[in-house]
């Protein structure tokens, strides 16, 4: 399919995913007991409803033709056609009709749905029919939406029938290696408290406490809180030895919940400021809104209170229209001069059409107000450039960095980045395979820049004629014209930490200090420590970690920072720029 890969180990792995996210846990668990027959049957049943489905739009979207031919309503008379058009496209099996005012028009009536020019009697015709077209209207996009529906969970049958057969290959592992992935706990503890008395569980712990603080409750997940119930409501209800009663402090703020993908489940929150008590031994509590924001300037709480209270008109549910009512009324200190500033991106933008049709505007606009904030006296390091996906954080930087502005992000900390990292993985490649041509014009390339060859009169032809179809016993003997002394049978004798080392000291890799390198040998040590230690299960390894094994950032340098939203959490800086802010998160989900 064209929305699958070519490769099913990656739709497996993103369905197996699910195995380790509370959040899928219980309908995973529905599922443990069915075999793949059962799977191939509802297959069969969905494509019979799906259709079932495209034959009743199909004889709906008819059945409003014929009704516009039985009064005599000529298609011509609709404004732009709008209205023939659309049920003449579900007739023929397109769905991809619903981005029109139709339903618009059909609730105005009248001038709205045809033209000014229409005779009187078929203007009066269509307003008699008009109340069946919305209907229709409405009932064929229901239809549309049951078929979405049913074709999204078909197209994902396949990968979700094999998750029972990956979860007991994960089980055996579990077993072989005894270890127990760390998402299991929350699940573990909980069958295992669920039930006992909260002294047997303080006992078995060890230790007593008698005050909790949870800070950032909005992102608790169930299970996590319904482990804590039992521990707070013993602590809160009894005295010990003459001491006070325990105590529980709550901090959260369920708008700013972004880990409902990972379990959080700010609901939770919002149920206990509203009244829920979980707890027996409770009487009374207090709940205090914090309502001035020391962090931020004047302007930018001026501004988040008027723009979320607008928003918060437009949500369907009270209760989030409320919490955004009561948390957007923030008082402010002392603190002026900060700046909010939205801007549209269209044809009118800054850029000239050459740069619109060469580049994204995204960039060539995040790139303009980059050099404006710089040009004000900005530091590079006071400005953070936030993105909802890392592909566009890692495009945002490699924009930036073309054109000369110094960055910081997760993609230019990646290990596999630094050019003398790449070298080691290479010759580990290499001395694995000897006959891999492309990953020795990569090799190459590395020792051509690395040795400064260009300096000495040789052209990267040059130096590759001779040797790139050649053995390796030809490169190392090359090589020793440059005063490299190295040779690939040496790694066959040595251990994969020792064969890197080796590489590091006669490549003269070595020779300035280089973090990645070090972060790199630091990885392969503690791999070596496993009892599968070997260079090709190095090279698997690294192939499955290298998209996100990173050194830390050096706090003092100058460079803009590019990250994504839930890495910024918490942190704040002068200059906060957002671009991509046409996101649809809905569409994003999986």
């Known amino acids: 399919r064209s929305d699958k890969s070519w490769d099913i180990a990656i739709d497996l792995k993103k369905t197996a995913m699910m195995l380790a996210n509370e959040n899928d846990a219980k309908h995973l668990a529905a599922l443990k007991d069915k075999s793949l027959s059962d799977f191939l049957l509802l297959r069969k049943r969905l494509r019979e409803a799906s259709l079932g ?11 409003v033709i014929s009704r516009l031919s039985e009064n005599s309503i000529p298609h011509e008379v609709f404004s732009r056609g709008t209205l023939p058009n659309h049920f003449l496209k579900l007739a023929e099996g397109n769905y991809a009709v619903y981005t029109n005012k139709l339903q618009e028009y059909l609730e105005t009536g009248g001038n709205a749905l045809y033209k000014k020019d229409t005779p009187p009697d078929i203007g009066t015709s269509i307003d008699a029919i008009t109340p069946y077209l919305l209907e229709t209207y409405i009932l064929i996009k229901s239809k549309i939406s049951q078929l979405q529906l049913i074709q999204n969970i078909t197209k994902n049958l396949v990968p979700l029938a094999t998750v029972h057969l990956v979860n007991h290959e994960l089980q055996q592992i579990k077993v072989d290696e005894n270890v127990l992935p760390i998402n299991e706990f929350n ?5 295992q408290v669920k039930d006992q008395p909260a002294p047997f569980i303080y006992e078995r712990l060890g230790d007593r406490y008698r ?3 949870i800070d950032e409750f909005q992102d608790t997940s169930q299970l996590q809180w319904n482990n804590l119930i039992p521990l707070i409501d013993n602590a809160i209800s009894q005295s010990y030895e003459g001491e006070e009663l325990g105590s529980l402090l709550l901090v959260g703020d369920a708008k700013q919940s972004i880990y409902r993908w990972r379990g959080g489940l700010p609901e939770q929150f919002i149920d206990l400021y509203e009244g ?3 707890f027996f031994g409770l009487e009374e509590k207090t709940m205090e809104h914090l309502d001035t924001n020391y962090r931020s300037h004047s302007e930018v709480i001026e501004f988040n209170n008027s723009f979320f209270s607008f928003v918060s008109n437009y949500f369907g549910d009270e209760t989030h229209q409320n919490l955004y009512a009561i948390g957007n009324q923030q008082k402010q200190t002392a603190k002026e001069d900060g700046y909010v500033k939205i801007e549209f991106l269209s044809s009118d933008t800054d850029a000239s059409q050459e740069e619109l049709i060469s580049e994204d505007p995204y960039l060539v606009k995040a790139l303009a107000t980059v050099k404006e904030v710089l040009a004000l006296g900005y530091r590079k390091k006071d400005v953070c450039i936030l993105t909802r996906k890392k592909k566009e954080g890692i495009q945002i930087s490699e924009y930036l960095l073309e054109n000369g502005i110094p960055v910081i992000s997760e993609e230019t900390l990646l290990l596999k980045n630094a050019p003398s990292v790449q070298c080691l993985v ?18 190459l390339t590395f020792l051509y820049n690395h040795l400064d060859i260009a300096g000495q009169g040789l052209d990267q032809n040059g130096f590759f004629q001779p040797i790139i179809h050649e053995s390796l016993d030809a490169l190392t003997e090359t090589l020793k014209n440059y ?8 790694l066959h004798h040595l251990s994969l930490f020792e064969s890197l080392e080796y590489c590091i000291e006669h490549l003269k890799l070595d020779r300035k200090a280089d973090s990645f390198l070090t972060s790199f040998m630091d990885m392969v040590y503690t791999f070596s420590q496993g009892s599968d230690s070997g260079k090709n299960s190095f ?15 050096n706090k003092s340098t100058d460079a803009v920072k590019v990250m994504t939203i839930h890495k910024s959490k918490g ?6 720029i957002f671009p991509y802010a046409n996101l649809n998160i809905y569409r994003e989900l999986e």
């Not at 005063?483 to 040496?490: A, E, G, P, Q, T």
């Not at 390894?541 to 990173?550: N, Q």
Request: proline share 4%.
């Open 483 to 490: 005063s490299i002394d190295f040779n690939f049978v040496n």
């Open 539 to 553: 090279l698997i390894h690294w192939e499955s970690e290298m998209d996100r094994a990173s050194i830390s950032e």
């Open 276 to 278: 829920a008590n979980p």
């Open 187 to 191: 699940a573990l503890i909980y069958e």
């Open 571 to 576: 942190l704040e800086f002068p200059i906060v």
């Open 426 to 443: 290479q010759t580990l490649q290499l001395s694995v395979t000897p006959g891999n041509e492309e990953v020795k014009i990569e090799f």
């Open 211 to 213: 005050d909790f603080f």
């Open 53 to 63: 489905i495209e034959v009743q739009i199909a004889e709906k979207a008819n059945e």
